[in-house]
């Protein structure tokens, strides 16, 4: 029997995964990633879907880095639970604003390679800024 085929990723189902990928402790492999989704989603979807998406593979690379670089041994754990949840939330707001700026830098870079190619094709910034027209509406009731 055929296995059925998960669904294409949403907005939603990216931001799932990459929220995950920012709280993650532990070791972290594709396949501890991709039975931790179908946990949380219901659908099983391959690394190579996943790695398709920058938001998806650029946060996974970057959450690989830091945990591989962490110590075995640490400063101690509070015991209290309101602390340590105050501490998991921080660490979840630093890694996905080190994933922002990873993001934005990366937008960056898109850009500038946009900027150029635009520059070579003769395509002035006047062009760039100019307003976006406005959709005929007349021909369209015309047509009816």
């Known amino acids: 029997m055929r296995k059925q ?6 907005e939603a189902t990216i931001s799932i995964v990459v929220d995950l990928l920012d709280g993650w402790t532990g070791k972290l492999t594709w396949d501890l990633l991709i039975a931790e989704v179908l ?34 041994r640490g400063p101690r754990t509070p015991r209290d639970g309101q ?27 898109q850009f500038k390679t946009w900027a150029v190619n635009a520059e070579r094709h003769g395509v002035t910034v006047a062009k760039l800024n100019a307003p976006l027209a406005l959709p005929n509406r007349e021909r369209s009731k015309k047509a009816r």
């Open 5 to 10: 085929r998960a669904p294409d990723l949403t």
């Open 39 to 72: 946990r949380l989603t219901g659908f099983e979807y391959s690394r190579f879907t996943f790695a398709d998406y920058p938001g998806i593979a650029n946060s996974f690379a970057l959450k690989k880095k830091k945990l591989s670089g962490t110590l075995a």
């Open 83 to 109: 602390i340590l949840a105050a501490l998991d939330k921080a660490e979840r707001f630093k890694a996905k604003a080190d994933r922002l700026e990873r993001e934005n830098e990366l937008l960056l870079e």
